[in-house]
């Protein structure tokens, strides 16, 4: 289709020296007068007004015309079917991933508190100042997994290393990150504490606690903390003394740590799981401090209600803030070229 010029869709507008003056396009129709001004009450029903958005409304149909013309829509056509394609591919891959971890997490149902510390130390290497370290996967380095604030991970890290051999023999846009995996396994493990509280409360019946996980859960939370998805390798271990010995640290060490990062006391309350494997214990403490406790007390509460929504959505909340620290997420990872059909050769 030929292109369409702006100018053989707007009538000369010569002659019009004042707003008195009028245009007559000729046709087989009775003329029309077409008044450039306000509208005069004293006109004729043949005369209707032309204001000057009228023309920009007609500029706009012209210019859209010869975008269509040139084959400009097409290229934007093109371009929202890739990103589209794009999306449906990551997507894909990350429900994969998840049931993978699903499945591992399950299996060994005693690795979850060390699968939350892990997802919380790696990201919690981040430094503000210098906007170094955090959710970069430097803890699958043994100089970083080895230091003291990372006793006993050893075993989750374990879990995620044959997570990812399977992971990415599936994956066609590349192997995935260990800074993703390793914050999507703690996705995991935190699904799996809520489902087996849902469990307890249902008597310790599987069935129900699925049911009722399935009919009150905080599945539709995560939508943010999935965007996150394409987070970039880090070379190196950060830097050493970045994190506090969580089990021999004062709450204030804990408090100034999370605020830190940008957290705070609530999100020091709500993640209490991911400080240890007693998460009793580390209530307990962190109930001492007066801008601790009411936190705790909240949480504590909502854990007994049948949906526990307070303590869900803040819980992800603060998850999806932490494992996107010091990371520059590449929204195309793991996307990958489709081979066009070229209907020309298809045999009917």
């Known amino acids: 289709m030929g292109g369409v010029s702006f100018l ?25 007068l077409i008044r450039c001004c306000k509208t005069d009450p004293q006109v004729s029903d043949n005369t209707f007004s032309f204001h000057r958005r ?11 015309m010869e975008l269509i013309g040139n084959g400009f829509i097409n290229h934007v056509d093109d371009a929202k079917a890739a990103d589209l394609n794009q999306r449906r591919q990551r997507s894909e891959f990350q429900s994969k991933i998840k049931l993978t971890l699903s499945k591992a997490v399950k299996a060994k149902p005693e690795l979850v508190p060390s699968l939350l510390t892990l997802a919380l130390n790696d990201a919690m290497t981040y430094d503000k100042a210098t906007k170094s370290g955090g959710a970069n996967g430097s803890i699958r380095f043994s100089s970083e997994i080895s230091r003291a604030e990372n006793a006993g991970l050893s075993d989750g890290l374990a879990l995620i290393e044959e997570a ?18 390793i914050q999507l396994a703690g996705q995991a493990a935190v699904k799996a504490t809520f489902l087996a509280s849902a469990i307890r409360k249902c008597g310790g019946n599987e069935e129900k606690g699925n049911l009722l996980y399935t009919a009150y859960g905080s599945s539709g939370q995560w939508s943010l903390f999935d965007r996150q998805f394409g987070r970039s390798d880090a070379t190196e271990a950060d830097p050493e003394g970045r994190i506090p010995l969580w089990g021999k640290a004062t709450v204030q060490e804990m408090k100034d740590k999370f605020i830190a990062i940008g957290l705070g006391p609530r999100q020091l309350a709500v993640m209490s799981a991911f400080l240890g494997p007693d998460q009793a ?32 959505v803040d819980l992800i909340t603060a998850l999806t803030k932490l494992s ?6 590449n929204y195309e990872a793991y996307t990958y070229p489709v081979e066009r059909i070229n209907l020309s050769k298809l045999k009917l």
């Open 8 to 32: 053989s869709t707007v009538p000369s507008f010569t002659n019009i020296n004042n707003r008195q003056q009028h245009l007559t396009l000729s046709s087989s129709h009775p003329s029309v």
């Open 54 to 64: 009228d023309v920009l409304k007609l500029a706009g149909t012209a210019v859209g």
């Open 164 to 181: 990812k051999k399977e992971i990415d023999s599936f994956s066609k846009g590349g192997p995935i990150s260990y800074a993703d995996l």
């Open 281 to 312: 214990a580390t209530e307990e403490l962190l109930a001492s401090d007066p801008q601790v406790a009411p936190w705790v007390q909240k949480y504590q509460r909502s854990r007994e209600t049948v949906s526990q929504t307070d303590y869900e």
């Open 324 to 329: 996107g620290l010091g990371q520059q997420i």
